[in-house]
Every structure is written in structure tokens, then in C-alpha cells.
């Protein structure tokens, strides 16, 4: 099996991508700007290796990826939040989410991409449901992750010549991660599983399964796509609304 590397692999959707990889065969690199972390999840895993790199800092990346050696999936999940309103946002809060999120995922992928070219391979990106709906007091969060998806295209356009998918992975409301203080409170977790088609919370195995599926060859003939995987969420507003 290929090598594959998930960055953010460290915990939450990351961790558990990483585990699935290892549960496939393929030689996985665990990439997390804390090593403690990212060792911590190899130690649970086959045939897996520590990578310890600032995404948004191109050397750090690249040093990265020649430490592990040969590749050919790059699953993109390091991500960052710096809630607050629009109106009073720190600048630096903002960049610091831009930095992350948008750069270090082209930064990321370029380096990989750069790679594969003459080898091919698959590119996946992780977005949010928030890239096409807002919600308040998120940052920079929303306009990150919107960019994202649109970088998505634009990379499966320009390296399809080289055999290279890219796509996008678009979770809904999952229990983990970034956002699991959230759900820590129960009348929270409730009433937002209710209020999804599917009547539950995603949970980071939901997401895996699918990151995973992209990158094999049953996904072969898709590329440039945004996978929403949200229970039917994104689609579910009108049935909030009154009716006669």
C-alpha cells in the first residue's frame, strides 16, 4: 500500500483518519505541530511515523514530507478556530485562522502534489459545513474554509494533467475535535442532533470512512468535489420554517 499522511493528524478527525489508513495497509505519517501528540497516536498504530511540522510554514512542511519518504495520499486536517465577532476581531486572530487553515493547506498540498507528479495520487482537504453556512461570532473561520473548497477546484483543474484527485471533505455537526467542548454540555449536543435530518451527531469515524473512500480507486473518476457529510443537514432549512 502507498504512504499516506494526514496533517492535524494528531487528535480528533486527524487521529482517527490516521487509524483507519493503518487499519488499510498504507505506511501512515502522522503530521501535528505537537510531536507528543503525534506520537501518541502512532504508538496505537501498525506501521506509522511522527511528523512534526507547522503547516503554514513551507520548509518545516517539505522537511516533513522528506523524512517520511514516498507518498501518494495527502489528507489536509490541521485547522485552527479564533471565535469572535467580525465587527471587533483581532487581526492577528484572523490571519492566524487564514495561516492555517487556507495557507497551510495550499502549502501542504503544493509540496505533495510536487511530489506525485510523476506517481500520481489524491488530495484530500477537510472543509466545514460552515464554508457555506455562516454562523456567528466565528471569525475567519467560514470565509477559511470557504477558500478551501474553492482552492480544492482550482488544484483539481490544474493537476489532473499529473493524475492528481483532489477533493474536499464537508463536515456537519460532529462530536470531536475543535468542537467537542461544545457538546459537552448536554441540552447543546440534544437539541443540535435533533435538529439534523439523520438525527444524530457525526461522529469522526463518519468522516474518515469517507476521506478514506476518496482516496482509493473506487473514487478514481472524482476529483474537484466537495463531499458534504452532514446528515442531511445542509439541505434542511425549509423545515424549520412555518407552514400552513
Known amino acids: 500500500m502507498s504512504g499516506f499522511i494526514i496533517t492535524g493528524g494528531g487528535s ?31 504508538q496505537t498504530l501498525r506501521d506509522a511515523q511522527p511528523l512534526v511540522a507547522n503547516v503554514n ?13 514516498d507518498f501518494t495520499v495527502l489528507v489536509n486536517c490541521a485547522g485552527i478556530l479564533r471565535p469572535g465577532p467580525l465587527m471587533t476581531l483581532d487581526e492577528q486572530d484572523f490571519r492566524a485562522v487564514i495561516d492555517t487553515n487556507l495557507i497551510g493547506t495550499y502549502l501542504a498540498s ?12 489524491s488530495i484530500v482537504n477537510l472543509s466545514s459545513i460552515n464554508a457555506s453556512q455562516p454562523s456567528p461570532d466565528t471569525g475567519a473561520y467560514v470565509a477559511s474554509k470557504a477558500a478551501v473548497e474553492a482552492m480544492t477546484r482550482q488544484m483539481s483543474l ?15 455537526f460532529v462530536n470531536t475535535g ?3 467542548p461544545f457538546y459537552k454540555n448536554q441540552e ?14 457525526g461522529t469522526a469515524l463518519d468522516i474518515a470512512n469517507v476521506i478514506l473512500f ?12 466537495t463531499l458534504s457529510v452532514d446528515g442531511g443537514l ?7 420554517l412555518p407552514r400552513e
Not at 57 to 69: C, E, I
Not at 110 to 121: I, L, Y
Not at 158 to 172: K, L, Q, T, Y
Not at 214 to 225: E, M, N
Open 57 to 69: 510554514d513551507a520548509s518545516s512542511v517539505t522537511q516533513a514530507f522528506d523524512r517520511f519518504g
Open 188 to 201: 447543546v449536543r440534544e437539541r443540535r442532533a435533533q435538529a439534523v435530518p439523520l438525527q444524530r451527531l
Open 234 to 240: 445542509g439541505h434542511s432549512l425549509l423545515r424549520s
Open 110 to 121: 503544493q509540496a505533495a502534489a510536487q511530489r506525485m507528479q510523476a506517481t500520481g495520487g
Open 158 to 172: 490544474e493537476w489532473a494533467v499529473h493524475n492528481i484527485r483532489v477533493n474536499a471533505v464537508s463536515p456537519g
Open 12 to 42: 480528533g478527525i486527524g487521529a482517527t483518519i490516521a487509524q483507519q489508513a493503518d487499519a488499510a495497509g498504507h505506511k501512515v505519517g502522522v503530521m501535528d505541530a505537537n510531536l507528543e501528540a503525534a506520537t501518541a497516536v502512532c
Open 178 to 180: 475543535m468542537a467537542a
Open 214 to 225: 476518496l482516496t482509493t480507486d473506487q473514487a478514481a473518476y472524482i476529483t474537484g468535489q
